[in-house]
């Protein structure tokens, strides 16, 4: 009876709003805790929030915090074309008018809560029954809060107590899912010790030149974010979850580094560069292979820029915000001062929309329309033959049977021109959105066409059978 007055409520509540909605209920767990609903939009297109770094970016733009959050949010939903909010380290009064204008702007919101946080930072001492209650009565009447983040990055040794506040919170508020993210080593505990229905992974792919820790080539970078994304993928489709990725779009130095007047980071002798900033091209390559490896969302880490007062390498106090003390012997350090001519974010340290936050809010504007497609394509055997350096993958739509191909340009510095073979019967194929792609068809066969197309570098195409 509980199940179908769910059921009755969701639809109604479908009809009103037009929000995707989806019940999920988990294999493993019979009882009531077992169900929860993933209340968000068809494909969320979203950025993280680190809420602690908003007060510094209002004073740098001579606002108070709440004006900006609000022209921020506003820029975000009208010119971006993101519709969810992923927001962290946020205390629980400011989440609930964050909240409040976020529904103004019709933008979802996931949010990690503060007795989450502080459930953790506490060592887990509290009973997550007790917490979860504490949440939904802090929070629970809140339309645009979609979901709970339980953690940020939570440890394999974490993974059970993650699941045991899921458990508490579905409970609770059925009516909202909870997720986290974790880094690429956790992905397997969080699969297998939790029954979250969202597994997010972040995937950062554009490491500082000459760091030990990870790729450093274009082609190195390209196969470790597929390699990972592959694997996400694979790990939720056998456990019957969503897969969900945390883009990069930021940057991170140790030692000492300061913003120059147009807000660049200029790297100072002794600092290290754990990973660089994307380039455009390199955000526009991350989002179309996440579609074209059957991501069901994606987040892009992250909007605001880290806070950083030193102004010259003259300035006083320590050389936060991450020390030097983190840099190991032998890691490659910069012997002289250097200029990125990028900031840390998405956006610039005055709340500025960046080239590259641009470039993400025309993919997200394009891609917008076809939220339902996106979110609900599944993968089926090859039906295009690609030459190098273009990759593709074909999907198809399972409430209209129509085929979806996915193209992409893996060369990330230069545009490329090529041909390729769809194995499409009788079908004929359009552009539901690209970039500044082109195809042109010219049939070989009854049941075969062939096509010239022209990809900027990074860029893709999302085709569709008519």
Known sequence: ?????????????????????????NANNSSASGKEIIQSPAYPL???????????IAKNSQQDKWTLTQSLMKGLARRQGVNTLWVVNIPDDD???????????????????EAACQWRNNKYQESPEKVAEQIYATLGN???????????????????????LRKSLANKDPFRFSLTVTPRRNLDAMGYQTQLPVLTLDVYPFFGEGNPHGPNSMDTSIRYYRHWLGELKNRADSQQRIPWIMPQGFEETYGPW??????????????????RMPHPDEIEWQFWESLRAGMKGVIYFSLLPV???????????????????????????????????????LLSIHGKETETMKRLGELYRKASPWQRELASMKKISTQIQVEAPFTSASFQDPETGKTILIILN????????????????????????????????????????????????????CLMSR
């Not at 179908?4 to 989806?22: A, D, I, K, P, Y």
């Not at 545009?415 to 070989?444: D, E, V």
Request: hydrophobic share 35%; glycine share 10%; with cysteine.
């Open 1 to 25: 009876m509980r199940k179908v007055l769910l059921t009755l409520l969701v639809l109604g509540t479908v009809l009103l709003t037009g929000h995707s909605w989806c019940l999920v209920e």
């Open 46 to 56: 979203g950025v993280y929030w680190s809420w602690e770094r908003t007060r510094w």
């Open 95 to 113: 989440l609930i008018q964050f909240c409040r204008l976020a529904e103004k702007c019709q933008l979802s919101v996931l949010a990690l809560p």
């Open 142 to 164: 809140l339309p645009s809060l979609r979901g709970y983040v339980l953690a940020d990055e939570p440890e394999a040794a974490e993974m059970g107590y993650m699941e045991s």
């Open 258 to 275: 300061h913003y120059d007047k147009k807000g660049n980071v200029v790297y100072e002798k002794g600092a290290f560069l754990q990973w």
């Open 307 to 345: 806070p950083n007062n030193r102004d010259s390498s003259q300035s006083p106090g320590d050389d936060s915000p991450v020390s030097s003390h983190f840099i190991q012997p032998g890691w490659p350090i910069l012997s002289e001062e250097a200029v990125s001519r990028e900031g840390t974010g």
């Open 410 to 461: 893996d060369d990330l510095k230069n545009p490329q021109k090529g041909k390729g073979i769809i194995y499409s019967g009788s079908s004929q194929y359009k552009t539901l959105f690209t970039r500044k792609g082109t195809i042109h068809f010219k049939k070989m066969t009854p049941d075969m066409s062939s096509f010239n197309i022209t990809l900027p570098p990074g860029g893709g195409i």
